[in-house]
């Protein structure tokens, strides 16, 4: 679930005035990567937050979990939950999560390259599992036009993207809905 915001930083809205009510707030000074990864964190709350509120205004019940997309036991608790909370198995599965580590493949780590193309991977892998008695009437599939044509640097993206659309060719054939 989305934290809570603290109550001094309701209504700041903007970034300059947000990251200063931070730096208030933390009382010390704060490194400049400490301070964008603050100010992110409350960013990506807010927007769950309104995004719960918009479904929800429109009729929609709506639940939301963070859950590394690699480990298909949280993965299946996660939509284990939301079934009984929400009464419904899943409808349709949206799969779109990413990180990125842009560098050379010379310059990329083992950990660096495994953590971006697993996520890819593995998380959507975890997820049809998860959902594999599901009555699904979509896939979707956020991929990349990186892993059809390539850029400098994100070899390991590119790689799990293109492996993204493999899926979906194969997804189609077995589940189609």
Known sequence: EPGTEPAELSGIEGEAPLKKALLERAGRPLAPRQLEAEYRKIVAAREIAETLARLE?????????????????AV??????????????????????????????????????DRVYRTKVEGLRAVLEA???????????????????????????????????????????????
């Not at 205004?57 to 036991?73: E, F, K, L, M, Q």
């Not at 050379?104 to 780590?109: L, Y």
């Open 131 to 177: 959902t594999r008695r599901a009555d699904l009437r979509f896939v979707a599939l956020f991929g990349s036009s990186t892993g059809r044509f390539g850029r400098v640097g994100p070899a390991d993206y590119s790689a799990g993207n293109e492996v993204l659309a493999r899926y979906a060719q194969r997804t189609a054939k077995l589940r189609p809905c």
């Open 76 to 113: 299946a608790a996660a939509i284990d939950e939301a079934a009984a909370v929400l009464g419904a198995r899943p409808a349709g599965i949206v799969h779109g999560a990413g990180v990125l580590a842009d560098r050379r493949i010379a310059d990329k780590s083992d950990e660096d390259f």
């Open 57 to 73: 205004s429109t009729g929609s019940r709506a639940i939301y979990r963070s859950v590394d997309v690699r480990d298909p036991v």
